[in-house]
């Protein structure tokens, strides 16, 4: 086994929404990274429909562009359509959404990896998590026979860990398709974590050229775009070819068609449900309950006589057009008979069939209140954390707050060089009391423009961000010896 000589604070395993976005945000709390994944070519690529945001969706992505991540930038450079969903309805569920270049989206937020100081990034496919003696993880392995070692590990696997395609009868192996999967779960069943199958699934995609567009009603974008960072925009470099948005839109939005299912298309579905890996049991695991497929469409709201179907642009250099609300896992030739009998899509040409995706997950309730796993710490935490909230009669706002990062970097480094000098697991601080108020100075910490809260209490972070820290009623500051 090769070991790289060099040692890491942290290892992301995988590069998909998620691992992008922690690989960059480690980076950025001044964490040495290393980022590996299984294809180079495949950085943030949208397995399924190239859109960003969305209802339930378009919110975590401003916030997540508040907390100084890349995905909401790079949606904005990439769209090619921005709309915001439910104009009509009240402010907490309208929901900004971006139809992406799928390709641009990819390249351009490789370029942003690239470009991250302190990240480094290898294409390898991780089999084996490496823990010590005392159960905490100590690296990765790789099945070509490398080791790398580092203080944490964030795996960000998506739908890959043994993951299983499935088109009507046909079976085989993998994350999506055309990728292949991975065997790691099983080094993570070997740590004592319970396993559980999840199920998703995506519809076909059809040449532009073979629509009806005539037959279809068009779907414009909302003028002036709606965006999703709160950062003006930067100006792209000359030498950058992926940002599609300049500091202004200099190219027209493109459209999206809408049309609908017929009662000829709920027909083919019922006859073939049989042929359907969902309903003849060869899929075990569970589907998301908010974006079924057109075969639980057909059977749970059978009073339905017509779904629609948005036909949205894959990019804007491609022909491919994504069938959005037709998700199937129905074979090749069952796909190709509904596809037809819609208005517009008579002569529809697949380019790609629909498929559906089963995988494993763990299921997050083995994580303790603390989003720890190791229980030794979390429960002389989670005991010091309640006994402190009794003493100080704290409400449920004041809820324990665990700051890490950005502006507090130097402090939290000071504040675990503190706890290992003194051997301590773990400091507590409290902003109303004096030792506290002095070890915070000691490590410049400044509780007014802290950018990065994470904890119990995450949906009260804007209003702790507003506050003066002399209203705080109760802030608890946790630092690990141990590097988190
Ligand atoms: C067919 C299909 C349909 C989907 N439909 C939807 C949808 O409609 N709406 C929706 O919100 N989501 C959908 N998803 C889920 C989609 O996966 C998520 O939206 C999102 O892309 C997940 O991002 P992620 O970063 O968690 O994982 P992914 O995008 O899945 O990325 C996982 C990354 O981890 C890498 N990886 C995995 N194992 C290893 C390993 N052992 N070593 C190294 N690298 C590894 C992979 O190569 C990949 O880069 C669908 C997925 C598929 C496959």
Redesign the pocket.
């Known amino acids: 086994m090769y070991a790289l000589p060099k040692h890491y604070d942290v290892i992301v395993?995988?590069?998909?929404?998620?691992?992008v976005e922690a690989a960059l945000a480690a980076a950025r709390l001044g964490c040495s990274t290393l980022l590996?994944?299984?294809?180079l070519d495949?950085?943030a690529?949208?397995?399924?429909?190239p859109a960003v945001g969305g209802s339930a969706?378009g919110q975590i992505v401003r916030e997540i562009d508040a907390l100084g991540g890349a995905m909401g930038i790079n949606a904005d450079a990439t769209g090619i359509q921005f709309r915001l969903l439910n104009r009509s309805k009240g402010p907490s569920v309208r929901a900004p959404r971006i139809q992406c270049d799928k390709k641009a989206y990819q390249f351009r937020m490789k370029a942003v990896l690239e470009g991250a100081v302190g990240l480094d990034i290898k294409q390898?496919?991780?089999?084996n998590i490496v823990v010590d003696g005392k159960r905490r993880v100590s690296g990765v392995e790789t099945d070509l026979g490398m080791a790398v070692y580092g203080n944490a590990v964030i795996l960000?696997?998506?739908?890959?860990?043994g993951g299983l395609l499935h088109v009507g009868e046909t079976t085989r192996r993998g994350?999506?398709?055309a990728?292949t999967n991975?065997g790691?779960s099983a080094s993570i069943r070997q740590l004592g974590f319970e396993i559980g199958r999840f199920k998703?699934?995506?519809p076909c995609r059809i040449a532009g050229r073979s629509i009806d567009f005539q037959r279809c009603e068009i779907q414009r974008g909302d003028e002036p775009p709606p965006r999703f960072s709160f950062l003006p925009f930067e100006t792209a470099l000359p030498t950058e070819i992926f940002t599609l948005n300049h500091g202004q839109f200099h190219m027209e939005q493109m459209p999206c068609w809408i049309t609908h299912t017929t009662a000829s298309t709920h027909d083919i579905i019922r006859k073939n449900l049989h042929r359907s890996p969902l309903y003849s049991g060869r899929i075990e695991g569970t589907g998301?309950r908010y974006?079924p497929s057109i075969e639980d469409k057909i059977v749970k709201f059978s009073h339905r006589e017509a779904h629609q179907v948005f036909l949205e642009p894959e990019g804007r250099h491609t022909d491919e057009f994504y069938v959005n609300g037709l998700?199937t896992s129905l074979p090749y030739d069952v796909q190709v008979d509904f596809i037809r009998s819609i208005p517009g899509l008579e002569r529809a040409e697949l380019m790609r069939p629909g498929?559906?995706?089963e995988y494993d997950f763990f299921p997050p309730t083995q994580l303790r209140r603390l989003m720890a796993e190791d229980a030794e710490l979390s429960d002389v935490l989670l005991q010091e954390f309640l006994a402190r909230r009794q003493r100080l009669k704290a409400g449920p706002a004041a809820e324990g707050l665990q700051i890490i990062g950005s502006d507090l970097d130097s402090g939290a480094l000071a504040l675990r060089a503190y706890a290992a000098r003194r051997n301590l697991p773990h400091v507590w601080l409290d902003a109303d009391s004096v030792e506290g108020r002095s070890l915070m100075r000691a490590a410049s910490l400044r509780l007014m423009y802290c950018k990065c809260i994470v904890g119990p209490v995450s949906t009260s972070m804007p209003r702790f961000n507003t506050l003066p820290a002399a209203r705080i009623p109760a802030l608890t500051c946790v630092a690990s010896s141990r590097r988190l």
């Open positions: 395993v995988g590069s998909g929404h998620a691992g590996l994944t299984q294809n495949t950085v690529q949208m397995s399924c429909n969706k390898a496919t991780v089999s960000t696997s998506g739908t890959f860990l994350g999506r398709m990728d991975s790691l998703t699934g995506t998301p974006c998700s498929y559906a995706v």
